[in-house]
């Protein structure tokens, strides 16, 4: 189950340092990509941390998919299949966010099997 925590984590902000770094935001999008690495620090504030930025990565992906939305349906597009997959995909962020563990002073991950 770790291993399925951790591909997701992992995917999960490798996408949004994807899209960051389409963007521009080529700073963040390294941060991003190097975000996984605080699964290693046994520290609440390294949990804390990834549950944020994935929480705030989520947010982002409803952002854009509120903002290309807007943009395909004033342009008479098609945006059902982008809105399906931009949705899906902050669902996922959001999964990914739930399943960081957060190891508290002195207690145990009782997740960890």
């Given at each position: 189950?770790?291993?399925?925590?951790?591909?997701?984590?992992?995917?999960a902000?490798?996408?949004?340092?994807?899209?960051?770094?389409?963007?521009?935001?080529?700073?963040?999008?390294?941060?991003?990509?190097?975000?996984?690495?605080?699964?290693?620090?046994?520290?609440?504030?390294?949990?804390?941390?990834?549950?944020?930025?994935?929480?705030?990565?989520?947010?982002?992906?409803?952002?854009?998919?509120?903002?290309?939305?807007?943009?395909?349906?004033?342009?008479?597009?098609?945006?059902?299949?982008?809105?399906?997959?931009?949705?899906?995909?902050?669902?996922?962020?959001?999964?990914?966010?739930?399943?960081?563990?957060v190891?508290?002073?002195?207690?145990?991950?009782?997740?960890?099997?």
């Open positions: 189950m770790r291993v399925l925590r951790t591909i997701l984590i992992v995917l902000l490798a996408v949004l340092a994807a899209h960051f770094s389409r963007a521009g935001a080529n700073l963040l999008a390294g941060l991003l990509v190097l975000a996984p690495l605080l699964l290693l620090v046994r520290q609440p504030w390294a949990g804390w941390t990834l549950r944020v930025a994935l929480l705030v990565g989520g947010l982002e992906w409803v952002r854009t998919v509120i903002r290309l939305v807007g943009e395909r349906r004033a342009t008479g597009d098609d945006w059902t299949r982008l809105a399906v997959i931009l949705i899906a995909v902050a669902l996922l962020t959001f999964l990914a966010s739930w399943a960081v563990p190891r508290g002073a002195g207690t145990q991950d009782s997740s960890s099997g």
